[in-house]
Structures are given as C-alpha cells and as structure tokens.
C-alpha cells in the first residue's frame, strides 16, 4: 500500500478482481490502482504522477475544464479556449487541434499501456515536446510538463476530482465543471472505450453498464467526482453546469460563461462563437486534423460501424441505446447515490 500527499492510500489491485478488468479492458496493460477514501480506479501509473498532480501549481490566470470523462470535455475546452483567446475567430493557432492547445493534465497515467505507441515513438506528440523541452525527461510526465510551458492564459483539462487536486486550486484558478446525466455518459464512455485503443474494451455492453453502478471505471465512482463540485457549487471562482443546459440553451450559458470568464464578449461575438463550437462545426474541424488518429489512439476498424469520437452530441441518446434493465441499473444507482443531490441529473426529458 502507498501513501499519497492527497492524504489516499493506493492499493494495487490483484487476483480476479485485476484479472477481470485486464480481460475486459484490454488497454489496462500495467496494472491498477484504488485509492481510499473514494474508491477512485486508475492505471497503476498514476501512482507516478500523483504527488506531482496533487501539488500541481495553478495560476490566477487558469481555467480548469473538469469533468468525468464524456461529460462533453472536448466541447467545453474548445468553449473556453475560444472565448478566452478566440473571440473573434481569426486566431491561427485554433487551427491546432483541441487537444494540443487545452492539455489534459492527468494524462501521462494513462500512456503506459502497451496497445498505444509509447511517447517515445509518437512523432506529433515528442515533436510539441521537445520543442518546449530538448532535454526534457519523458519520465516526469510529457502532459504535464506541456502544462506547465503553456503560456498564460492557460486553460487545462483534467478528468480528476478536487480531492486528488491542490486544496487551494479554486482559491488561486477558475474551474469550470461540467456534468452530464449518467446514463448518456455511459453510453457514451461505452462507445470511447471501445474505439480507443488505451482502454480496449472487448465486453458486452451489460457489462459496461455493471461496472459503472459498481463505480468499477476508470476514473469513477462518477456520482462521487460531481458530488465533491456540487458541495464547492457556491464558490466565487466555480462554475457549474450540466451538459444538457448547454446543447438546449447554448447562449444562455455562454453569456453566464462570459461573465464567469471575464472574456467581456459582445452578443454578436458569442452568437459567432456558439456556431463554432457547435456539434457539427467542430466534428468537421477535428476530424479533418484528427490528433487522436495521429497518434494512432483510435480503432479504425471500429469508427467506419459506430462512429468516431464525435459520436452524436446529443442528449438522451440512451433511449435509443440502454434496455430497460440497464436504465433500471442505472435508476437505482441514482437512488443509492445522486437521490440527495440538490441538482439532481437532467435525466428525464
Ligand atoms: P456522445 O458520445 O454522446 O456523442 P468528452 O469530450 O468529455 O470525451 O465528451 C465527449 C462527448 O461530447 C461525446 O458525446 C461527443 O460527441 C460530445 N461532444 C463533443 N463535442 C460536442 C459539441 N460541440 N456539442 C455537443 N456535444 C459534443
């Protein structure tokens, strides 16, 4: 067992419970990890990096874009990125993809497993690296470190909760949070796990569904991750938003955006910045410079029948997906876990 600066113990998970998730996953190449309290599961790299991620020095000037996965992070970096550096569309560097301008923090954990190149014999990635960092050690962690060389303003992507993070992050940085009702998340990580080569997942969706309400995913239990930003909800410097308010009353929520950022934006500059990071705009954008293709993360094979990393961008999609016996999983998680909430999850309509 170790112990963490975040005040966790780690303990590597073994026998059946480790024989399990490498068969279902067959990304997870290199063990894993949970952590008490919380129950949190990750590779076993992370323990690496951990201490580093949890006295990670935020600035004033950052936003954080935090989120469970597929809570619609890639649209909310986008969102921010744009509106802080962007307004007017006419910066070139928005032509970089997503990905590479809003680094996501926590991703170095995530590198080690055997069926994704290593940093070392991706081209794309150890070119941005090195140009920020001829002698760098790929071993302190590549993401981490393209975070710490981004110019100011900074916005930065991490799928980890406040209690893995510096206590003092919302009281130096802004963080923006974004959820998304569980059962469009999970159809929607079911889909990421499958087609990226880092996770690898080969099971059934029941299964998918089983390891989600016993909180068994790779960076869950997710009910615990929004319910550490609902309990921070009245805190000047978060802001706090669903997914589903964002896709039905987008300029409602980027004129609330514009006055949490300070960006200052005028109405014509929002309308125009809406547009842009709409669904369609940006899965044509992306898809045209597609780094995850280029870093040979994704299962081509997979993309051509079910879709690529755009996926749908729309909510409810679990009516069309989940049966009746996955949405009563997923109910009765939701009593076990979320009843309390005082925002309970847009599930419903
Ligand atoms: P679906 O799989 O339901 O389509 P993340 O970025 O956290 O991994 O989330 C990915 C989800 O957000 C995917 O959901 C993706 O299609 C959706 N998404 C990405 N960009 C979007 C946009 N501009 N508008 C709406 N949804 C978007």
Redesign the pocket.
């Known amino acids: 067992m170790m112990h963490l600066a975040s005040g966790h113990t780690a303990e590597a998970l073994q026998g059946e419970e480790l024989e399990r998730q490498e068969r279902d996953f067959q990304g997870y190449t290199n063990g894993m990890v949970r952590l008490n309290p919380g129950r949190w599961l990750f590779p076993a790299d992370y323990t690496s990096f951990a201490d580093k991620l949890y006295r990670f020095k935020f600035r004033k000037s950052d936003v954080v874009v935090m989120?469970?996965?597929?809570?619609?992070?890639?649209?909310?970096?986008?969102?921010v990125w744009t509106m802080k550096n962007n307004p007017d569309l006419n910066n070139p560097e928005a032509k970089i993809p997503t990905r590479r301008r809003v680094h996501f923090l926590d991703f170095d954990m995530l590198t080690s497993s055997k069926n994704i190149p290593s940093y070392e014999n991706n081209p794309a990635c150890m070119a941005a690296f090195r140009k920020v960092y001829p002698n760098g050690n790929i071993k302190d962690g590549v993401m981490l470190q393209l975070v710490e060389a981004t110019p100011d303003p900074r916005t930065i992507k991490t799928?980890l909760p406040f209690s893995l993070l510096s206590p003092d992050l919302l009281d130096t940085a802004k963080v923006v949070y974004?959820a998304?009702n569980p059962k469009?998340?999970v159809?929607?990580?079911l889909?990421?796990s499958r087609i990226l080569r880092l996770h690898g997942y080969t099971g059934s969706m029941d299964q998918f569904v089983q390891y989600f309400v016993d909180d068994d995913l790779v960076y869950g239990p997710y009910w615990l991750h929004v319910k550490e930003a609902l309990e921070k909800r009245d805190h000047p410097n978060l802001h706090f938003i669903f997914?589903e308010d964002?896709?039905r009353n987008n300029m409602v929520e980027l004129r609330k955006l514009n006055k949490f950022l300070d960006t200052n934006m005028t109405e014509e500059q929002l309308e125009k910045v809406a547009k842009y990071?709409?669904?369609?705009?940006?899965?044509i954008r992306?898809e045209a410079i597609d780094s995850l293709k280029e870093d040979q993360h994704l299962r081509e094979d997979m993309i051509s029948t079910e879709?690529g990393?755009?996926?749908?961008?729309?909510v409810g999609?679990w009516k069309q997906k989940l049966s009746p016996q996955h949405q009563a999983k997923i109910d009765q998680w939701m009593d076990r876990y979320t009843k309390d909430f005082d925002l309970p999850f847009p599930c419903s309509s």
């Open positions: 989120t469970w996965p597929k809570c619609g992070t890639t649209w909310m970096q986008e969102i799928h974004l998304r469009d998340v159809v929607s990580y889909h990421h997914f964002l896709k990071t709409s669904f369609s705009e940006m899965k992306e879709g990393f755009f996926r749908k961008g729309e999609d």
